[in-house]
């Protein structure tokens, strides 16, 4: 079985401050990983996923994000906050055991002040 | 180009009607997926389905239906027995049998319950 938490239902960042997400997951098989980005009333859109290789993989918009197997986390980063970064994140995992099943993380809302 | 269209964007049901959700997808993939997000609440999986002509129920499948007779179509019933039927709906796709794929979500359809 396979489960993800993401710790912080809310984030808020000032506007050029640091973005950091957490996720944590867990998992008895190598996993794939993958962060979500979801606007007010739209569909979930793939930001990055790690699969195999580089444990440090970038995204769209600026982030990223690092597998840390020893932590067992896959925490999303950005250097700088944006406006437009105000969102929900969503963190999931799958294995080689579950299909192409994704299990998802309760999802973290960002918030950026000006 | 590929996607997954949801339609209606709004949908407006008054108690005691079924309503039909519309799924469509031309990225030629095997699996779809239906999801109920509540505010505060992540995704909810409501049914599945790796391939045509066969689904699983999700985690909240009571008072809902579905049906795959077609690989680019997977519409969602919500029936009277969904007490509380009010939620944004989400439809995504993926590859079959292939975990490091990851998901392709549709827009959503918003279901309000008058």
């Known amino acids: 079985a396979q489960s993800v938490t993401q710790l912080g239902s809310h984030v808020s960042v000032s506007e050029g401050a640091l973005v950091l997400l957490r996720c944590n997951y867990s998992?008895?098989?190598?996993?794939?990983l993958f962060w979500y980005v979801q606007y007010p009333n739209q569909g979930l859109q793939l930001l990055l996923k790690?699969?195999?290789?580089?444990?440090l993989v970038k995204g769209i918009n600026g982030f990223e994000a690092e597998f840390k197997k020893s932590e067992t986390s896959f925490h999303l980063t950005k250097p700088s906050a944006h406006m437009s970064d105000a969102a929900e994140y969503f963190c999931?995992?799958?294995?080689?055991?579950?299909?192409?099943?994704?299990?998802f993380g309760g999802g973290t809302r960002l918030m950026v002040k000006p | 180009d590929g996607g997954i269209t949801q339609s209606p964007k709004y949908l407006f049901r008054k108690e005691g009607q079924n309503v039909t959700l519309s799924c469509e997808q031309n990225?030629?993939?095997?699996?779809m997926y239906w999801y109920r997000q509540d505010p505060g609440q992540g995704l909810r999986l409501i049914y599945y389905?790796?391939?045509?002509?066969?689904?699983q129920k999700g985690d909240i499948a009571e008072g809902y239906s579905v049906s795959r007779e077609k690989k680019e179509s997977f519409p969602l019933t919500v029936t009277s027995a969904q007490k509380n039927p009010t939620a944004f709906y989400l439809c995504?796709?993926?590859?079959?049998?292939?975990?490091?794929?990851?998901?392709?979500f549709g827009s959503g359809t918003r279901l309000t319950v008058v």
């Open positions: 389905s790796q391939i045509v002509n066969d689904f």
């Open positions: 999931a995992v799958s294995a080689n055991n579950a299909g192409n099943m994704l299990t």
């Open positions: 990225l030629n993939h095997d699996a």
């Open positions: 790690y699969t195999t290789g580089a444990t």
């Open positions: 995504a796709s993926s590859r079959g049998g292939i975990s490091n794929y990851g998901y392709t």
């Open positions: 998992s008895s098989v190598p996993p794939y």
